[in-house]
């Protein structure tokens, strides 16, 4: 069973700040986050591996919550080239070494 | 460090024709994995495989569909008599398989069944 992402979609202006949350109904072992462009190949983020692990890209990061199996992505101070659809993939800890993806954020930065 | 490397990028087939994407992971990866994208949509996975195994076909379909990594050579895909349904975008990943690394995912393959 897919993680569930929400928003669908966010459009911000430029130095704006959006959160992104990814919850599972799994135990999870592993939370990735990935962000791709149109037509283009999904890129890795960041992998949070411990309950309560914070972690950041540049301005971009995330959050763990391995007790509520929930991620967030935080997205601060957006930049254009921020602009994309982000996914984040989870790996159940009763799976093994594969990631199950939740259906994605669009994310529009606006100049 | 040339990536994972798909081929073909492009690939148009008839019905009833038979379908063949190859994966090349990244050098020093031994875990592969392939996924599906329909437009405007989620990944969804297929099968993961180490080199001469198959580790998890479970979204893989029952039929005309088989992956294969071979202890020399790509990874590949096959899909056997193909139907309008198929056309998608088929992307492959790989991985060390430790803690701590990401996928690295090729740049695809989008498959079109005329």
């Known amino acids: 069973q897919q993680p569930v992402q929400s928003p669908q979609a966010v459009i911000l202006r430029e130095g704006e700040d959006a959160v992104i949350n990814c919850s599972s109904s799994?135990?999870?072992?592993?939370v990735h986050w990935y962000r791709q462009k149109h037509g283009e190949a999904p890129v890795f983020l960041m992998i949070?591996?411990?309950?309560?692990e914070q972690k950041g890209h540049e301005k971009i990061s995330a959050s763990f919550n391995e007790k509520k199996q929930q991620s967030s992505l935080y997205l601060t101070a957006s930049q254009l080239s921020y602009s994309g659809t982000y996914f984040c993939?989870?790996?159940?800890?009763?799976?093994?070494?594969?990631?199950?993806f939740g259906g994605g954020t669009r994310v529009l930065v606006k100049p | 460090n040339a990536g994972v490397m798909q081929n073909p990028r492009h690939l148009v087939r008839r019905r009833g024709q038979e379908a063949r994407l190859r994966c090349s992971p990244m050098?020093?990866?031994?875990?592969v994995y392939w996924y599906r994208q329909l437009p405007e949509e989620g990944l969804k996975f297929m099968v993961y495989l180490q080199k001469e195994n198959i580790i998890d076909e479970s979204g893989m379909p029952k039929e005309r569909f088989s992956a294969e990594f071979p202890k020399e050579g790509p990874s590949i895909l096959r899909i056997q008599q193909v139907v309008r349904g198929d056309s998608a975008a088929y992307f492959c990943?790989?991985?060390?398989?430790?803690?701590?690394?990401?996928?690295?995912f090729g740049s695809g393959t989008r498959l079109t069944v005329v």
């Open positions: 050098k020093g990866h031994s875990h």
């Open positions: 949070l591996l411990k309950g309560g």
């Open positions: 993939g989870t790996e159940e800890k009763a799976a093994g070494n594969k990631l199950t």
């Open positions: 799994k135990a999870l072992y592993s």
């Open positions: 990943a790989s991985s060390s398989g430790l803690s701590n690394y990401g996928y690295t």
